[in-house]
């Protein structure tokens, strides 16, 4: 019977999917990603990926990262990147999606990945507390979530520069019926891949030496 209704619902998810096609595709985020990356200050960049959804398929999705860096680091210094948010916008057909099986509201965890270039050595780092609050999920239009958490400092030995660039990200999301219970869904996993051709640097911070 479950398998049955899941199939069912499937079918319903790729009928609303495909009738919204357009929605769905296009560089919304292009001239975005493309635009020079800030040396310093609140920083915003906003680039496309595409995600995976159980039982609704692929989605591109765009990402809009906003932070506040330091103009220039010393030697010795911690590197600190304060108010980090992550605006993830849902296109109106994943929404509708996400409608058919019920959800009225929808949060959870993410973890995004950094590349860090300190001096031209290449060091990975994962944020892995950013939180998703419980969100409406329209009736109509967008479903926009964000995302907030810490960011760890980054000791700096040497002088020179630190290029920060932003890569993939992954979510664990609960949807919720109007009764706060699970939908069919459950709780799944959503990896999201940054799509090709796009500037992922956030801002290269130059490093000066001790006083």
């Known amino acids: 019977m479950r398998a049955a209704f899941s199939a069912r619902l499937s079918r319903r998810v790729a009928a609303v999917l495909g009738a919204t096609a357009l929605v769905l595709t296009g560089g919304v985020a292009d001239a975005a990603s493309r635009a020079p990356a800030k040396a310093a200050g609140v ?54 999606a996400l409608l058919l099986f019920e959800a009225e509201t929808i949060a959870g965890d993410a973890e995004a990945l ?32 964000v995302a907030r958490g810490p960011v760890p400092g980054i000791g700096v030995r040497n002088p020179g520069a630190i290029g920060v660039s932003v890569g993939n990200h992954h979510s ?35 490093v000066t030496a001790a006083r």
């Open 43 to 96: 920083i915003v960049k906003t680039l496309n990926y595409t995600c995976e959804f159980p039982l609704i398929g692929a989605s591109s999705l765009t990402t809009k990262i906003e932070v506040t860096m330091p103009e220039t680091v010393k030697v010795g210094e911690i590197m600190r990147a304060t108010n980090l948010s992550a605006t993830i916008t849902v296109p109106e057909a994943t929404a509708q």
């Open 172 to 206: 664990k999301l609960t949807p919720r019926k109007a009764d706060g219970s699970l939908t069919e869904l459950g709780t799944f996993d959503l990896p999201c891949t940054q799509d090709a051709g796009q500037d992922p640097l956030l801002a290269r911070i130059p």
């Open 114 to 145: 950094l590349a860090v270039d300190v001096n031209g050595t290449l060091i990975d780092v994962t944020l892995p507390s950013l939180v998703i609050p419980s969100t409406p999920v329209p009736k109509t239009g967008d479903l926009v979530a």
